[in-house]
């Protein structure tokens, strides 16, 4: 059985913000044009976990669940009501952890914020792939609260499109 990994793989303004100031995202659409790798990333993963705001907002986008036949996993304490198929409600984030270590799952932290400090705070994040988007928000919801341990990076990887969005790549050191 493969080792377990759990990766943070996010877009985030040069400021470090995750969504606008109303919590919106739609400031990502200007760098829709080019490939940065998702699709790869997609095939590496088999499970997702999100915060249920971010569930909320990717329902909300309309169309088809954009993760069909991957696992996802909703951190809430809501039910969830007519979830897609795969999508699973949880309160228990720490036995998440356990048992997809376990399984030796290949896991995204897709977001948000909260949901990124939690799984910092129980050690649950192998690596950090960020894709800064060349913006300045000014204000909004960053990616790092700030109120977390420290969590020492090694950088693997940088990249720079030809756009200004640079990729980085770090493990957990």
């Given at each position: 059985m493969?080792?377990?990994?759990?990766r943070?793989y996010?877009?985030?303004?040069?400021d470090?913000?995750?969504a606008?100031a109303d919590?919106?995202?739609?400031?990502?659409?200007?760098?829709?044009d080019?490939?940065?790798?998702?699709a790869?990333?997609?095939?590496?993963?088999?499970?997702?976990?999100m915060?249920?705001?971010?569930?909320?907002?990717?329902?909300?986008?309309?169309?088809?669940?954009?993760?069909a036949?991957?696992?996802?996993m909703?951190l809430?304490s809501?039910?969830?009501?007519?979830?897609p198929?795969?999508?699973?409600g949880t309160?228990?984030?720490?036995?998440?952890?356990?048992e997809?270590?376990?399984?030796?799952?290949?896991?995204?932290?897709?977001?948000g914020?909260a949901?990124?400090?939690?799984?910092i705070?129980?050690?649950a994040?192998?690596?950090?792939?960020l894709?800064?988007?060349?913006?300045?928000l000014?204000e909004?919801?960053?990616?790092f609260?700030?109120d977390g341990?420290?969590?020492p990076l090694?950088?693997?990887e940088?990249?720079a499109?030809?756009n200004?969005?640079?990729?980085?790549?770090?493990d957990?050191?």
């Amino acid at each position: 059985m493969p080792d377990a990994s759990f990766r943070l793989y996010m877009a985030l303004s040069l400021d470090g913000m995750i969504a606008d100031a109303d919590g919106g995202v739609d400031w990502l659409n200007r760098w829709d044009d080019v490939d940065y790798g998702t699709a790869g990333f997609m095939e590496q993963v088999d499970v997702l976990i999100m915060g249920r705001t971010t569930y909320d907002q990717v329902t909300g986008f309309g169309g088809a669940w954009p993760y069909a036949g991957k696992r996802a996993m909703v951190l809430t304490s809501r039910p969830l009501g007519e979830a897609p198929d795969g999508v699973e409600g949880t309160s228990d984030l720490a036995g998440l952890i356990a048992e997809l270590r376990e399984d030796g799952a290949r896991v995204w932290i897709v977001g948000g914020a909260a949901t990124a400090a939690a799984c910092i705070a129980l050690g649950a994040i192998d690596s950090v792939e960020l894709f800064l988007m060349p913006v300045l928000l000014g204000e909004g919801v960053p990616l790092f609260m700030g109120d977390g341990p420290e969590l020492p990076l090694t950088l693997r990887e940088s990249r720079a499109w030809p756009n200004g969005v640079v990729g980085v790549t770090y493990d957990v050191a």
